[in-house]
């Protein structure tokens, strides 16, 4: 039986990392709130007893469920063939997975310094101090740390020889970046071609040329994660 997959139908968001591991790994899955409506994800949230999620994404498999971005492609990964074999190797694609993770909720912060239900307009501010420091001390702080654990394996890809699902969330970590700051990340370019590069082979990937070509994936917006506000962009 497929997966079903649970998150927000309108946004690529923290379900994009799942549903491109999904796509390359071939894995049958159903998106169920893009099918059916965000009314239906709330009304799964609110009434799914078998291991609740806090949020979403959360994918439901065999009357269970299993939430928080990280753990489900560590899930995924223990079983198809989108992560290395070998407990060492799994856990270093895990520990990747999480300091992105640590990054996504970084770049939200950005635009929501203060509270996530007050509105950008509201916070302004103190978005634009909080943009500053993202900009020159947490975007190279991070790269950097990507650059060296690239460059620490034998291969092309951050688990050696083959794409992982950290390769895969990577390259969108990097499109929502380039996205939401676009004059600092055209500024470090030169300085992270590696990464560059590694974005530029997970996009020829041929397990996920149909999805990446087709409407199903989700453009960034100011709705999402990834927000571009000139405001808080520079060089």
Known sequence: MPYDLWYWPTI????EFVRLALEAGGI????????EGEDALIADMTGHDAGPAFAPPYLVTDGGTIAQTANILLY???RHDCAPGGIRQRHWIAQLQLTMMDMVAEAHDVHHPIAVDLYFEDQ???AERRALAF???????FLNYFSRALAAQPGDWLGGTRWSYADLSLFHLL????YAFPLRMAALHDRYRALAALQDRVAALPELSDYLASSRRLSFSEEDIF?????LDAP
């Not at 049958?28 to 099918?35: K, Q, T, V």
């Not at 499109?175 to 380039?178: D, T, V």
């Not at 927000?227 to 405001?231: A, I, L, T, V």
């Open 28 to 35: 049958p899955y159903r998106d169920r709130a893009r099918e």
């Open 227 to 231: 927000r571009h506000y000139p405001e």
């Open 135 to 141: 900009r020159e001390q947490r975007i190279p702080k």
């Open 175 to 178: 499109a929502g970046l380039r």
């Open 12 to 15: 690529p968001g923290r379900g």
């Open 76 to 78: 995924l990964g223990d």
């Open 124 to 126: 302004k501010p103190e």
